[in-house]
């Protein structure tokens, strides 16, 4: 079952702790609640400092999150999401969907390592003033850590 809106307020479960599951979950960083994945020997673990869930343990907590299905051949995936009817949005239609700020994020990982664990989404969960912005460390080309406020 499709999600026709994405609500980039839900906390995210990424569908697939793989390379693209993986790369998203660190541009997203603390919005990520969980992974899923069929995968037996990721079940239980942690990657990326979140836990990884099988489908049958989705099914009591999908309707709180955005469910974004990670990885490039998802048929059987979303197939069997729907017939769970759980909502889910692609990789692709999530990136098609995102806020500039999101994609700024994504442009500058593309260029620079960005620093595990340094960005702060201050846009997703706003301070309790109001302040709204993006925080990130990364290395330039000259190993240099630049700090930056989007």
Known sequence: MKENKIDQNKKIILFGAGNNGIKLCKILNNRVA??????VNKIGKNICGVKVLSISELSPIYEDHL???????????????????????TLNEYM???????????????????????IKDCISIPKTNGYQSIHTTFLNDYNEIIQTQI
Request: glycine letters at 2%; proline letters at 4%; a negative charge.
């Open 96 to 118: 098609n969907n995102i806020s500039q700020t999101d994609k700024t994020i994504e442009l500058l990982q593309k260029e620079y390592d960005i620093i595990p664990g340094k």
């Open 34 to 39: 969980y992974f899923v994945d069929n995968d």
């Open 67 to 89: 469910i974004i299905v990670t990885p490039a051949m998802s048929k059987d995936i979303e197939l069997d999401l729907e017939k769970r009817k759980i909502s889910y949005v």
